[in-house]
């Protein structure tokens, strides 16, 4: 039997997986035949954990105890803008862990993000295993392109808490183009335009004769869907303060009842003009009193209301263009992921922007899901017969004196990739330095994402700038950051994975795996009581070639709509609210990835930095070179100054 691998999409609002096998990709349904499953986690109170449509239903009934939208959360600081906008519009309690990391609190238990990942990633593995009849323990999953070090890593150790071996952490955007081209014999220049519950991304690829060639990347990790429902639960909220003098804010439970319906009413507008929202007992007043939300939404009026948040978009599609070297009208073709693409209004300024339609024939809620089966397949059955060649959608940086963060990586660079940096000490005899790293854009340390921070001293001391250490920084394949310093003298050296200091070390990791929280979930497959086996299900047909990475060359409106009932929520909890569209019909709401080998590039710069001892940042101070092919050594002079002294203290100070 053929070794089996799926891919996994892990979404911010839903979940989808899928397998590729005998020439075919077959996206897997969960036990009640839906193709999508939510990301959501809910927790009861008797220790038991559901996973999916399941737990969405959960939400009203206990918001406390539900996890949603955890993706937007992933590898982030406690104290980062996008967390403090989370706690301001999610029940569940969001609180500080260690070195100021996320944790999600239901009663006196303590999750960690990748945590409650894997907990919808084992229920992914479940809906594999019993279409397959097999166990599966090996996946590609997909993250969105502009996701940076920390929640890349933080997305794996999501897969490991969750028994899988993660063969690949591959960009979204590249799954649906090879889902979208491979096989095909297509000769396309393309843009992924991906706007999924959480996240956006838009990514241009070349794609020539099976060879997959991402030319630029570029997004928004704190823009999607769930932003779209924000806008629509403050209309709500706002008109009902007005008219009842009541913040529905302020209860949980009242929120999540506009969640519901703001998420309801935006699926009703994909297919129809007008939505009626109808939530009866939103909220109990101190009197006793229950009230309950009646309105009609119109398309046109929820196009102003999500505007501003689509022009965001093109914005980000005009640094991406730019960074290709392409124009909109170069375009073979615009592919649209995710589902809120499937709003009118979000189609239509696509088309006006890039001045072309849209392609037809993607699913979009599926398209991605598809794509990591096909390299999962690939990765485990390699041909060798087509290829994918990605970048790293940030800037990696160092931080240098004066709060600076000079370049080492550029953004767009092909990966895997290998620099090399030469740093000298900044005082004499000092016996440490401590390098931190950035993934960023700008100049300013603080405007970038602190990866975390890498301490050597293994070198011999000296005087000051006599002392050589080469700092090697490595981007593998899975776009995951890896450092190592080196004494040219001694040769005695460190490594170490630079990750968020607030993510889970491996310590944390194993502890978590042997506590075995995860196995308390209660797949939807146990929920019914079965194992369905292997059932033909439907499939879009795909050769059976196989991707690999390889080295890239250098230099290289309608009628007026009638009456639908949409279900707001999950189909076995229909009892809370409604929305109506105007008839009554109904309309579903709803091993370690390969290090560094011989494809990788070696590219190595000179420069003659000073590293400052007991914690301080890097001194950049003169010289810069690029080694070519032929190895080569050559010195730029430059009217040098020395950066640990212009800061005007004396560097043994600022030590």
Not at 210 to 222: K, N, Q, R, Y
Not at 337 to 359: A, C, H, M, N
Not at 418 to 445: C, K
Not at 471 to 476: A, P, Q
Request: proline share 3%.
């Amino acid at each position: 039997m053929a070794e089996i691998a799926i891919g996994i999409d892990l979404g911010t609002s839903n979940s989808c997986v899928a397998v590729a096998e005998d020439g075919t990709v077959e996206v897997l349904p969960n036990t009640y035949g839906e193709h999508t499953t939510a990301s959501v986690v809910a927790f009861r109170e008797d220790g038991s954990i559901t996973v999916g449509n399941a737990a969405k239903a959960n939400i009203i009934h206990e918001p406390m105890r539900t996890i949603h939208s955890s993706k937007r959360l992933i590898g982030r600081y406690f104290f980062s803008e996008e967390v403090k906008k989370s706690q301001a519009v999610y029940s569940y309690e969001i609180v500080e862990g260690e070195n100021h990391g996320l944790r999600i609190k239901v009663s006196d238990e303590l999750f960690s993000l990748p945590e409650v990942g894997a907990m919808i990633l084992r229920e992914m593995k479940s809906i594999a295993e019993s279409r397959l009849g097999q166990p599966v323990e090996k996946a590609v999953i997909t993250v969105p392109a502009y996701f940076n070090d920390n929640q890349r890593q933080a997305t794996k150790d999501a897969g490991r808490i969750a028994g899988l071996e993660v063969l690949r952490i591959l960009n979204e955007p590249t799954a649906a183009a090879l889902a979208y081209g491979f096989g095909k014999g297509l000769n396309q220049r393309v843009a992924i335009w991906d706007l999924g519950g959480g996240t956006f991304d838009i990514s241009i690829l070349e794609i020539g004769d099976d060879v997959f060639e991402v030319l630029s990347t570029a997004g928004d990790t704190f823009l999607g869907g769930d932003d779209f429902d924000d806008r629509l639960i403050d209309l709500l909220a706002d008109e009902f303060m007005s008219k009842e003098g009541l913040n529905l804010r302020n209860d949980p439970y009242a929120l999540e009842k506009l969640k519901v319906a703001a998420e309801g009413a935006k699926k009703g507008l994909s297919v129809e003009n007008e939505v009626e929202i109808r939530i009866p007992d939103v909220i109990t007043g101190e009197d006793g009193t229950t009230h309950s939300i009646e309105r009609t939404l119109t398309s046109d009026e929820y196009a102003v209301l999500v505007n501003d948040l689509i022009q965001r978009t093109f914005k980000v599609c005009d640094e991406a263009l730019q960074q290709a070297g392409v124009v909109a009208r170069d375009l073979d073709g615009v592919i649209l992921v995710g589902g809120p693409t499937r709003l009118p209004i979000v189609r239509s300024s696509v088309r006006e922007y890039f001045q072309q339609d849209t392609k037809a024939d993607v699913d979009p809620d599926q398209v991605v899901a598809m794509g990591a089966a096909i390299h999962a397949a690939s990765l485990v059955n390699p041909a060798q017969e087509a290829y994918l060649l990605d970048v790293t959608p940030l800037s990696l940086r160092i931080g240098v004196l004066g709060g600076l963060a000079e370049g080492v990586i550029e953004r767009n660079t092909p990966v895997p990739i290998e620099q090399t940096r030469v740093f000298t000490t900044a005082v004499d005899q000092q016996e440490s330095v401590e390098i931190r790293v950035y993934q960023g854009e700008s100049q300013e340390a603080s405007e970038n994402e602190l990866l975390g921070q890498f301490a050597f001293s293994e070198f011999d001391k000296g005087r000051r700038g006599e002392v050589e250490i080469d700092v090697t920084f490595e981007i593998n394949t899975d776009g995951i950051v890896n450092v190592t310093a080196r004494d040219r003298a001694n040769g005695k050296q460190a490594s170490t994975r630079i990750a968020l200091s607030s993510g889970l070390s491996e310590g944390q990791i194993q502890h978590i795996i042997k506590e075995a929280r995860t196995d308390r979930v209660e797949t939807s497959a146990e929920q019914q009581g079965q194992v369905l086996g292997a059932i033909p299900l439907q499939s879009i047909p795909a050769p059976t070639q196989d991707l690999v990475e390889v080295e890239r060359e250098p230099n290289e409106g309608a009628e007026q709509a009638e009456s639908v009932e949409l279900e707001t929520l999950d189909d076995r909890d229909t009892d809370e609210m409604e929305i109506l569209a105007s008839d009554g019909s109904q309309v579903g709401a709803d091993a370690d990835a390969s290090d560094l080998d011989k494809n990788t590039q070696y590219v190595e710069t000179q420069s003659d930095f000073q590293l400052l001892s007991d914690g301080e940042e890097l001194a950049l101070a003169e010289e810069s070179l690029l080694e070519s092919d032929a190895p080569q050594t050559e010195t730029f002079e430059q009217p040098g100054v020395d950066l640990a002294e212009t800061a005007g203290d004396d560097p043994e100070e600022q030590s």
